[in-house]
């Protein structure tokens, strides 16, 4: 789905450095979320947003900040990247929390 | 504890052969259930929620409260099918509940 879409698609960098990962979307929704998924481990939320002024932790938020910069951005942060960092990371949007969530197509981050 | 449990992690049928993806949950309300589905690199996307009560793609879930499942049925498995299954958990106004997917091989 298009409507959500996700920067960097790929990205390797070191440990200790700080990187952001982007998340855009044109389906108008106001929650945004961020999760990332490991083998074996599911899908793990790691923050969310039900509108701009609302920011919450999620099961694995220690490392990761995020900030919602407009209804339709959304972008996670490592201050500090470790190699247990490593993993695919997705952003979604839903119009509600029970409403269907629509996935961004995801990055794959490598941490050395 | 988990919320959201899918026992198997792969489950490989033959082309043909009939499919169950199990699904549990605790919840002592009214839950809404979903089965998100991901195709080798594709997003994730929602395969069928139980309210909407429709068959996707062939597949079908019923919602049973008392044995708190939403196991995901499809009676002759294509292999267009393979890919990694979610059950999700809505809890009312919070995030969507994922449990560790289940990936599906089905062998021509």
């Known amino acids: 789905d298009a409507d959500v879409t996700q920067t960097p698609r790929n990205r390797i960098t070191k440990t200790g450095k700080r990187i952001m990962l982007e998340c855009s979307q044109t389906?108008?929704?106001?929650?945004m979320y961020w999760y990332r998924q490991d083998p074996g481990l599911g899908l793990r939320l790691i923050y969310y947003?039900?509108?701009?002024?609302?920011?919450n932790k999620g099961e694995i938020s220690d490392g990761y900040s995020v900030s919602r910069q407009a209804q339709a951005k959304f972008s996670l942060s490592l201050e500090s990247a470790i190699p247990n960092q490593t993993a695919l990371y997705f952003c979604?949007?839903?119009?509600?929390?029970?409403?269907?969530?629509?996935f961004g197509p995801g990055t794959r981050l490598t941490v050395l | 504890a988990q919320r959201v449990t899918q026992p198997e992690k792969l489950l490989s049928v033959f082309k043909g052969a009939p499919v169950e993806l199990k699904c549990n949950y605790s919840?002592?309300?009214?839950?809404?259930l979903f089965w998100y589905v991901q195709y080798s690199r594709q997003r994730l996307q929602l395969l069928l929620r139980?309210?909407s009560r429709e068959s996707i793609k062939g597949f079908t879930a019923d919602l049973n409260k008392g044995e708190t499942s939403f196991h995901l049925k499809k009676p002759f498995a294509q292999e267009e099918d393979s890919a990694m299954y979610y059950c999700?958990?809505?809890?009312?106004?919070?995030?969507?509940?994922f449990g560790k997917g289940t990936r599906l091989s089905v062998i021509a």
């Open positions: 979604a949007t839903s119009a509600e929390s029970t409403d269907t969530q629509y």
């Open positions: 389906k108008g929704h106001d929650r």
């Open positions: 947003s039900f509108d701009v002024k609302d920011i």
């Open positions: 919840y002592s309300g009214s839950p809404e």
């Open positions: 139980h309210i």
């Open positions: 999700a958990l809505s809890e009312g106004n919070t995030p969507l509940v």
